[in-house]
């Protein structure tokens, strides 16, 4: 076999015409240069993956800064761009140069664009004159623009004196302030507050809800088969209240827009009483339920369930088990929470849940109630709080790559 191969390679060899070895020749060199092609291609591909990550990264990281709403646009530059070359530095194996990224914020769009140029010298490829190729990477993340309702379930019981009560009013101010951005936004957002401890306060809703004129501003549930629901407070449907129940100073705020009165609100609550825990939560579905649309100022008049533009949302937060409830026929407190999350969930209202340094029990309860997975927070001290009501704002924006 290798005799024979070596006669028919002297042969080969010895040839005058050349034109065999001409078109061998011919042929190597086309097929060396396609393989080298291929392994440059691999290059520029392998590089374009990962300087297209980097990119998402940073794209990201921007939208997050501009949801924030209290940012300059230089400033959500600069972090958009940390972020890229934060990701970019972690990544192994790169084969060519990368440019700045050129960082473009649109307020009024609700986007942050992020372009940049990779360079990737040849190798084989510089046989046919290209000594570097260079390869553009852009995205655009988007914060959905949709209005929203929010009614939060505050705990301002006993359990959240000190530095507690404190660390909840930084982080409901927080939340404010992203989904409210001095600004102003392009969507509706309107965000009410159900502050509870061991009742609620109606204040100047109490007779109303109540059917009882004059009657004391503190309401708890009611019983019947609408107690778990959020039909309107009306006949046999209204609250119960009474004059010897301890109430929290703080006061049930409706959906609205107005961020100072939110936050002068806000900055009101202290600590003391119980936790009647589902009369918080039932306030904070009632504050976005169309069905109490006669309760509420038209300002505050929640729109209908069907409206698709709208997401509806309801934040339960506490530090503690639920142990002050009214209706003994509808189940402690802890069970009518339970139910309500799910009569909730069912109108395709988003629970959001926080848990701030509480017990396993209450743990339990907050992620049976949250949504899903995504929308149950624990936090263990102030800066934890802090970044989940964040989380919960950014979320409520729906940040997105577009592109």
């Excluded at 070359?85 to 990224?101: C, E, I, K, S, W």
């Excluded at 084989?124 to 000594?131: R, T």
């Excluded at 705020?253 to 961020?259: A, E, G, L, R, S």
């Excluded at 988003?350 to 339990?364: H, L, M, R, W």
Aim: net charge negative.
């Amino acid at each position: 076999m290798v005799a024979g191969f070596g006669k028919l390679w002297s042969a080969f060899t010895k040839n005058k015409q050349g034109s065999i070895a001409i078109m061998f020749g011919l042929f190597f060199m086309s097929f060396l240069f396609a393989t080298g092609m291929g392994v440059d291609y691999a290059r520029m591909t392998h590089m374009r993956a990962k300087v297209a990550a980097a990119v998402d990264a940073a794209a990201l990281g921007g939208g997050r800064a501009l949801i924030d709403g209290r940012l300059t646009d230089s400033e959500i530059e600069d972090i958009t761009k940390e972020h890229f070359d934060t990701y970019l530095n972690n990544l192994d194996g790169m084969f060519g140069t990368v440019a700045t990224p050129v960082v473009t914020v649109d307020r009024t769009a609700g986007t942050v664009n992020v372009d940049v140029t990779a360079t990737v010298p040849m190798t084989f490829s510089k046989i046919a004159g290209f000594s570097d190729m260079e390869i553009p990477v852009g995205t655009m993340s988007k914060f959905d623009q949709r209005d929203v309702e929010l009614g939060m379930a505050l705990d301002v019981t006993g359990s959240m004196g000190g530095s507690k009560i404190a660390d909840l009013r930084n982080a409901a101010n927080d939340l404010v302030d992203i989904l409210l951005p001095d600004g102003g936004t392009t969507n509706s957002i309107r965000i009410g507050l159900a502050p509870y401890a061991t009742s609620v306060n109606a204040g100047s809703f109490a007779s109303t809800v109540t059917g009882v004129s004059g009657a004391n501003n503190c309401v708890f549930e009611r019983g019947g088969s609408d107690a778990v629901t959020d039909a309107q407070p009306t006949g046999s449907n209204t609250l119960g209240y009474s004059s010897s129940t301890w109430c929290p100073s703080a006061v049930v705020q409706p959906i609205t827009d107005n961020k100072s009165s939110l936050k002068t609100a806000i900055s009101t609550y202290n600590a003391s009483g119980w936790t009647a825990g589902h009369l918080g939560l039932a306030w904070a579905w009632y504050l976005i339920s169309p069905n109490w649309s006669s309760i509420w100022p038209s300002a505050s008049d929640p729109v209908s369930y069907s409206d698709t533009e709208t997401i509806k949302a309801v934040v339960l937060m506490t530090d503690g088990a639920f142990n002050t409830w009214y209706v003994g026929s509808n189940g402690n407190s802890s069970v009518q929470a339970a139910n309500l999350c799910t009569q909730m969930k069912s109108k395709g209202v988003i629970v959001y849940s926080v848990a701030f340094s509480a017990g396993s029990s209450a743990q339990t309860l907050l992620q049976g109630c949250a949504s899903s997975p995504n929308t149950y927070f624990t936090a263990s001290n102030g800066s934890e709080l802090r970044a989940a009501f964040q989380q919960i704002a950014m979320n409520l924006n729906k940040l997105r790559l577009t592109k």
